[in-house]
């Protein structure tokens, strides 16, 4: 994927971000303002009110790794859910431990052996030298409006809008993202509040007035509509 891909030809599923799956490794999370934005949202919104019940206790996990986490992104862009949870499971036997350090120490004929294409083992090279020589200000992210760290992970090479927007979801579980360039929550808003018809940037937008400030949340809802399977990044 080029630098600045908004992530809309990723799609192999109803859910792109079913692009980056779950695995075995560190303990799931749940934000803890999970529980008040369901009550905002079920109170605001008609689809919301319908939705949320039907999921029961699922809910926005993560497994707290940046690094990781951007590293799958990067790996399953572009094929199928099944290939790139091959991919990566190939790819993270490689390195001694998933490091940024250990990565940049991977011989790239191992990495294409992997399945990796050229231009991933650019990309996930690119994104290990931007985690290890200190171009990201990882300790400072919690303190950073999402613009601010969007603007930081869009100058890797191979991460766009979509990919960053993804990553303050799943990773920084940030309340009130709204990632219009996710054809999974643009198809969910059509089907669920539109009978099906088309929806335009800005219907979307319309409809997600009354989600804020836990866009996120909503969005999360709009995907397991879709795809009932909770997916952690």
């Known amino acids: 994927m080029p630098p600045g891909h ?3 030809a990723v799609v192999a ?14 303990a799931l999370a749940t934000p803890d303002y999970w529980a008040e934005a369901c009550k ?21 996990q993560t497994r707290g790794d940046a690094f990781t986490t951007l590293a799958r992104s990067i790996v399953g862009q572009q094929i ?8 990566w499971e190939r790819f993270a036997a490689l390195p001694r431990s998933m490091k940024p350090g250990h990565v940049l120490k991977l011989k790239i004929d191992d990495m294409r052996a992997a399945g990796l294409s050229a231009r991933k083992v650019d990309y996930l090279v690119d994104l290990a030298l931007h985690f290890e020589g200190g171009k990201l200000h990882v300790k400072d992210w919690a303190a950073m409006d999402d613009e601010a760290i969007i603007a930081e992970l869009v100058a890797i090479r191979g991460i766009g809008r979509w990919t960053a927007e993804m990553f303050l979801i799943f990773y920084l579980m940030r309340p009130n993202v709204l990632p219009l360039d996710d054809v999974g929550l643009i198809n969910g808003i059509s089907q669920n ?9 800005s219907d979307a937008r319309e409809v997600a007035e009354a989600w804020k400030p836990w866009c996120s949340v909503a969005t ?14």
């Open 6 to 8: 908004t992530g809309r």
């Open 13 to 26: 599923s109803k859910n792109v971000a079913t692009e980056v799956l779950a695995s075995s490794g560190p």
């Open 40 to 60: 905002h949202l079920m109170k605001k919104d008609r689809v919301m009110k319908r939705l949320i019940p039907q999921f029961g206790d699922a809910a926005l």
């Open 80 to 87: 199928s859910v099944k290939a790139a949870q091959t991919v």
């Open 193 to 201: 509040y539109f009978s099906g018809d088309p929806v335009s940037r």
């Open 220 to 233: 999360w809802y709009i995907w397991r509509s879709l795809d009932p399977l909770p997916v952690a990044y």
